[in-house]
């Protein structure tokens, strides 16, 4: 396996409930290290242009105020496989669904507030790790 680089947002619900550490320490305990990492707190524009693959959709407008509802943390994630390794650390997208152990089933509020994001392929990882990062930002 190749090492690969993923994005990883840890979203307002969480970090609200000082949730950043824990959901840190999953990922690392999985062997995903973290190669940059800051808490930042997004606009209404910047959150429309990161979401706009969904503007279309009913729930985009409730998943903009949600993430511009409080401030996030937004990382790189790097390991062997790191794209599907970060999803499985997540868990489904609906908590409900999610398996037991995982960062939704554990500490999601619902499915819009489910407490992580992470990249779904490699061409989008790179995309939204572009997004928030400069390359001198993400150490080797």
Excluded: W
């Excluded at 994005?7 to 290290?33: C, H, Q, V, W, Y």
């Excluded at 511009?68 to 790097?78: A, D, M, Y």
């Excluded at 390794?85 to 089933?105: C, F, H």
Aim: charged content about 25%; hydrophobic content about 40%; glycine content about 6%.
């Amino acid at each position: 396996m190749a090492i690969q680089r993923t994005l990883s947002i840890i979203k307002p619900d969480a970090t609200r409930r000082n949730l950043t550490g824990m959901i840190n320490d999953r990922f690392e305990k999985r062997g995903l290290r973290i190669v940059a990492q800051k808490r930042i707190r997004l606009t209404e524009a910047q959150a429309q242009r990161f979401y706009e693959v969904h503007a279309e959709r009913s729930f985009y407008r409730g998943l903009v105020a949600f993430m511009t509802s409080g401030p996030i943390v937004v990382q790189v994630l790097e390991g062997e496989n790191a794209v599907v390794l970060n999803r499985e650390v997540m868990g489904a997208t609906n908590p409900a669904d999610a398996a037991p152990g995982t960062i939704r089933k554990d500490f999601a509020e619902s499915t819009e507030a489910n407490s992580v994001h992470g990249s779904d392929s490699l061409e989008n990882a790179a995309q939204e790790i572009a997004f928030f990062f400069s390359t001198i930002e993400i150490c080797p």
